[in-house]
C-alpha cells in the first residue's frame, strides 16, 4: 500500500517542540514494524502564516490538507494573534468546520505509575464537535454569539437530529469495542428541547444496539460522579460545551491535561490534536510533554487501520502507545507528572523503547 501522507502543522508555542518529537516517534514506530516512511507535509498555521502568508490559516493549507489522508495539528495561540486575527475562526475551526470533523474522540485513561485521583479510569468522551453553544461552530456564516444592545449578550444553542444521530452512531459503535456501555449526557431536566432532543435521539439510536448497555446522566451529576467513581464509566457521549468541560476533568483525574490525547474525525478524515493548549510560558523551554499529541497520532493511525487504510498502521499506535506507558513506567516523566525529564529527553525515550518492543 502506498506510503501514508500526513499533514504536519506546527502551530504555536510548544507545537515547535512537541509536533516534531510527535513526527520523530512516529517515524520510529513505522521503521520498527518494517513499513515504508510517512510522506509528512509541513503546513503553516498560526503566527508562522501570519508572517508568511498574512492570515493564521491559509486557504492554500486547507486546499493540501484535502489532498492528504490525516493530518497531526499543534496547538495555537490564537488568543494572541492580532487584530483582527482574533475574532475570526481559530485554525484549528477553520480546519473542523471544512472537513465537518463532527466527532471529537477523547480518551482518559490512567497509567499505572502515573499519580491519579481516579486510578482506575479508563473511559473514553465521545463529543459533538460541531453545534451547541460554542459560537465558532453552530452557524454557516457569522457566530452564533451576539449583542442587540451594548448591554445586552445572547448565544444561540443549536442542536439537529442528523449531528445527535451521526455522534450516537460513533459512540456505540465504539463500545461495542470496548465494554459495552454508552452514558448519554445532558441537561434536559432545564434545556429540555435541546438537550433533551440529543438524549432522545441517542436514545432512539440506541435500539439499534441491543447488545450495548444505555443509560444517561445530568451534566452536572456526571462531574461529581466522575470525580466519586471514575472507573465506573466506558463510553460517555454528549454534547459540545459539555464534551469538552468533562473531557478535560476526566483528564485531570486520570492524571494530567498534558496526557489528554484527540482526535477530530469524519466518515473519512482524522486529525489528530492534543485537548491541551499552546503553553507559551514553557515555550521554547524544552518542558512540554508531548505524550499527548503522541497519543494523538497513535489514534490517528488507529483510525486510519480501521477505515480502509493499512491494517499494519494499527501496530504501529500499538508500538506508540506501549512505548510510552513503559517509559513513564519506568520514571521518566515531564514535570507536569512529577519527572524531571525534558520533552527532548522522554521523546528519546519514547524513541528507544519502540524498538526495543
Aim: hydrophobic letters at 45%; aromatic letters at 6%; glycine letters at 8%.
Amino acid at each position: 500500500m502506498p506510503n501514508p501522507r500526513l499533514g504536519l502543522l506546527q502551530g504555536d508555542g510548544i507545537g515547535r517542540e512537541i509536533v516534531p518529537a510527535t513526527r520523530d516517534v512516529v517515524d520510529a514506530a513505522m521503521s520498527a514494524v518494517g513499513l515504508p516512511d510517512v510522506d509528512w507535509v509541513p503546513l503553516p498555521i498560526g503566527f508562522d502564516a501570519i508572517a508568511s502568508h498574512g492570515t493564521p490559516m491559509p486557504e492554500s493549507t486547507l486546499v493540501a490538507l484535502a489532498e492528504l489522508d490525516a493530518w497531526i495539528l499543534g496547538p495555537h495561540d490564537s488568543a494572541s494573534y492580532p487584530d483582527p486575527f482574533q475574532m475570526q475562526l481559530t485554525p484549528g475551526g477553520a480546519i473542523r468546520k471544512r472537513f465537518d470533523l463532527y466527532a471529537n474522540i477523547r480518551p482518559a485513561r490512567a497509567l499505572p505509575s502515573v499519580r491519579a485521583v481516579s486510578p482506575h479510569m479508563d473511559l473514553v468522551i465521545v463529543r459533538e464537535n460541531t453545534e451547541g453553544f460554542y459560537a465558532d461552530r453552530n452557524m454557516f456564516a457569522g457566530s452564533g454569539e451576539f449583542m442587540p444592545t451594548p448591554d445586552v449578550a445572547m448565544a444561540v444553542g443549536v442542536v439537529t437530529r442528523q449531528a445527535c444521530e451521526r455522534i450516537a452512531h460513533t459512540a456505540f459503535g465504539l463500545a461495542r469495542r470496548r465494554r459495552k456501555r454508552v452514558t448519554v449526557v445532558h441537561k434536559a431536566n432545564v434545556l429540555s428541547t435541546t438537550t433533551g432532543l440529543f438524549r432522545d435521539v441517542c436514545r432512539e439510536v440506541g435500539e439499534h444496539y441491543p447488545d450495548v448497555r444505555l443509560d444517561d446522566e445530568h451534566v452536572d451529576a456526571m462531574a461529581a460522579y466522575l470525580v466519586r467513581r471514575g472507573d465506573d464509566y466506558d463510553v460517555i457521549v454528549t454534547e459540545n460545551m459539555f464534551g469538552d468541560i468533562l473531557s478535560d476533568l476526566a483528564a485531570e483525574l486520570a492524571g494530567s491535561l498534558g496526557t489528554a490525547a484527540s482526535i477530530n474525525a469524519s466518515e473519512s478524515k482524522v486529525m489528530a490534536q492534543a485537548a491541551h493548549g499552546a503553553a507559551p510560558d514553557i515555550s521554547g523551554r524544552n518542558r512540554a510533554n508531548p505524550m499527548a499529541l503522541m497519543s494523538s497520532a497513535a489514534m490517528l493511525l488507529d483510525w486510519l487501520a480501521s477505515t480502509g487504510h493499512d491494517p499494519r498502521l494499527a501496530a504501529v499506535s500499538a508500538r506508540i502507545r506501549s512505548a510510552i506507558e513503559r517509559t513513564v513506567e519506568a520514571g521518566v516523566a515531564t514535570a507536569d507528572l512529577g519527572g524531571l525529564a525534558s520533552t527532548s529527553e522522554f521523546t528519546e525515550t519514547v524513541i528507544a523503547r519502540v524498538h526495543r518492543r
